[in-house]
C-alpha cells in the first residue's frame, strides 16, 4: 500500500536543532514519506540561516518536496498533517539568565531542573499555547509532536488549558540512555530493547529492561551503571564520540551516584539535579554555564555550517550530519499518520496507569500510539520513596501553570519553595524577584 504523504510544519524553524532533523526527515522518507516542510519561527532572521542551507539541502536531495519558512502563522499552519515543535522562548540569553541568576544564591541553574527550569517554563507556556491554537484554527485535524521544553510545564499547561487538543509532548532523554544501555551490552540498537518506565520527564526510573525473546537485561545493566554510569564501553576506553560534550559525559557518569539510590531501577540522568543539587553547585562556573558552552560549541557549529552552504550555494560536502536519535520523532509520527501501534514513552495524563499517583499528572510512561493518538499502559503502584519525590515534584509543575494562568506571585514563590533544589522559601524569594526584573517581556504579570 502506498503511504499518504504527510505535509510537516517544524516550528522553531531556526532552532539549533532544526537541520539535524531535516536529515533525519530524509534519511527516512521511504517510510515516512513527505509533500511539503514548512519552517515557522518568530525571528525572521535567525531562522532564514537555517532556511537558506535546509532549502538547499532539500532541493539537492529531495526536490519534490515542497519547502516555505516564514513568520506568518496562517501560511505555516495552513494544510499541515504534523506540527513538530521546538521553541525556545526567549532564547539562549534567557535561558543564560535562568542558569546565572539561582547560582548567584548558591542554587543550581538549570534549563528544565529547578528555578532555571520554572522560569523558563513561565515563558514557555503562552509560547506553546499560541502555536496549539494556531495549528488548531488553521488545520484543525493535525497533530502538535511537542518537544519545547520544559516539557513537565508545558505538558502540565496543555493538559490543563487545552484540555482536547491533539498535542503530545515527548522527550529524547530516555531515548538518548536507551542507546547508551544497547551499547553497554553490545547490542546493535535500543530497539531491541523492551523497557518499563514510569516517572515525570525529566524525573523517572527504568522498572524492567528486556530483550525481545523476553530475557531480563536489567542486572547487567545495572551491574555497569553501578560502576560507569551510563558511560559506554568507547567512552571508558577514552574512544568516545568528540560530540559528546564534557558536561554530558560528567552527566552520564553521574548516574552511578544517583542508581544506588534505589538498586531495583535504573534512572534518568536528570534526577542528579534533585538528588546532588550542591554538588552541581559547586561544579558550576557562575561566569560560563551551559548556556555558554551551547552558544559556543551547537550554536556557532550549526549557524556556521548552515551559513557556509548558502554562501556556496550547494550541501554537497556538508558537515551537517543527521540527528539519529531524533528519529524517535519520525516513529511517533508514523504511529498517528499510519497507525503503528508503536510502543512509546510519551508524557501522557497519568489517569490511573500510575496506580497510586494523582490522576491529573502528567506522568512518562510507555504508550501503545496508534491514528486515535497514545494509549497509555499501566505501571500499578509505585515504591514510597519515588512516589514521595514525585509528589513534590508534581506540585511545582502544577504550581507554576496555575502561577502562569492567575497571574499569581504567591503560587510562583510556592513552587520554587516547594521545588527541592531551592533550600529554602527567602532564597526561593530572592530568586524570584530577579527573575521578574528580567522577564517582563515573556512572563504574565504577577499580583
Ligand atoms: P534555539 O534557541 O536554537 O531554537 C529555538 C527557536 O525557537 C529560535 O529560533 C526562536 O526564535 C524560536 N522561538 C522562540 N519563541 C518562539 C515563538 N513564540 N514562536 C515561534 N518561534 C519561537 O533552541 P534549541 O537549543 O535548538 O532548542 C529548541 C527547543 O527544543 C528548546 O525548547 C529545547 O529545550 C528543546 N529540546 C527538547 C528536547 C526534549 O527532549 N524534549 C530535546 C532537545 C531540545
Ligand atoms: C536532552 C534533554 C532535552 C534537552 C537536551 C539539550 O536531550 O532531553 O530536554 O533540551 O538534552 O540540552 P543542551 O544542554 O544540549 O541544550
Ligand atoms: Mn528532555
Known sequence: ????????????????????????????????????????????????QIADACEIILKERAPEITFVATTDPEIAFTDVDFVMAHIRVGKYAMREKDEKIPLKYGVIGQETCGPGGIAYGMRSIGGVLELVD???QYSP??????????????AEATRKLRPNSKIIN????????????????????RKELSIRYYGLNHFGWWTDIRDKDGNDLMPAIQKHVKEHGYLTPAELEGKGSEEVEASWVHTFGKAKEVYPL????????????????????EKANPEYTRANEVMDHREKMVFGECNRISQLGTAVNSELEMDDHASYIVDLARAIA?????????????????????????????????SNGPEPLVQGEIPRF????????????????????????????????VSRIVPNARVAKNILDDFIAVNTEFWPTLN
Open 1 to 48: 500500500m502506498e503511504l499518504k504523504k504527510q505535509s510537516i510544519a517544524i516550528a522553531g524553524g531556526g532552532s539549533t536543532f532544526t537541520p539535524g532533523i531535516i536529515m533525519m526527515l530524509l534519511e527516512n522518507l521511504e517510510i515516512f514519506p513527505i509533500r511539503q516542510i514548512k519552517f515557522y519561527d518568530n525571528d525572521p532572521e535567525r531562522q532564514k
Open 134 to 136: 494556531y495549528m488548531e
Open 141 to 154: 485535524n493535525a497533530w502538535m509532536l511537542n518537544y519545547s521544553n520544559p516539557a513537565a510545564i508545558v
Open 170 to 189: 515527548i522527550c529524547d532523554m530516555p531515548v538518548g540512555i536507551e542507546h547508551r544501555m544497547a551499547e553497554i551490552l553490545g547490542m546493535k540498537s
Open 262 to 281: 534505589d538498586p531495583k531501577t535504573l534512572p534518568n540522568t536528570y534526577l542528579k539535579y534533585y538528588l546532588f543539587p550542591q554538588d552541581e553547585v
Open 338 to 370: 499510519y497507525n503503528t501501534k508503536e510502543r512509546m514513552l510519551l508524557i501522557v495524563p497519568n489517569n490511573g496507569a500510575i496506580a497510586n499517583f494523582d490522576p491529573t499528572a502528567m506522568v512518562e510512561i510507555p504508550c501503545i500510539v496508534g
Open 386 to 417: 519515588q512516589k514521595g519525590l514525585m509528589e513534590q515534584q508534581v506540585a511545582v509543575e502544577k504550581l507554576v501553570v496555575e502561577a502562569w494562568e492567575e497571574g499569581s506571585y504567591q503560587k510562583l514563590w510556592q513552587a520554587l519553595t
